[in-house]
């Protein structure tokens, strides 16, 4: 059994940080890819970052400069830096994780519950 749980959600006045956690855990051989999505009420879920194997990166145009997503494999961890934020960036947040099991077992996508992002004053 694969869980992802995220942590770091909170209330933030517009133009500050906070910090997004999402540790994998269970029976992981390897994880690929890692991203962050995000829902606002009435609204689509959306991505917001991207982070493969190969350590390279991708943001939605929304969040480029403002956001910086990071990995530490040791720890089947990914983070998301959020700085300068908006009122906009309000939503819950989302850990998706690409993963195998075991050797030569399938790719899997698996989702942790979310965390509530809040900016306002």
């Known amino acids: 059994q694969v869980q992802l749980v995220e942590s770091g959600g909170g209330l933030v006045q517009p133009g500050g940080s906070l910090r997004l956690s999402c540790a994998a855990s269970g029976t992981i051989f390897s994880i690929h890819i890692m991203r962050w999505y995000r829902q606002a009420p009435g609204k689509q879920r959306e991505l917001v970052a991207v982070?493969?194997?190969?350590?390279?990166?991708n943001y939605a145009n929304s969040v480029k400069g403002r956001f910086t997503i990071s990995r530490d494999n040791a720890k089947n961890s990914v983070y998301l830096q959020m700085n300068s934020l908006k009122p906009e960036d309000t939503a819950v947040y989302y850990c998706?994780?690409?993963?195998?099991?075991?050797?030569?077992?399938?790719?899997?996508?698996?989702w942790g519950q979310g965390t509530q992002v809040t900016v306002s004053s």
């Open positions: 998706n994780a690409d993963l195998r099991i075991g050797l030569g077992t399938r790719l899997d996508s698996y």
């Open positions: 982070s493969t194997s190969r350590n390279s990166t």
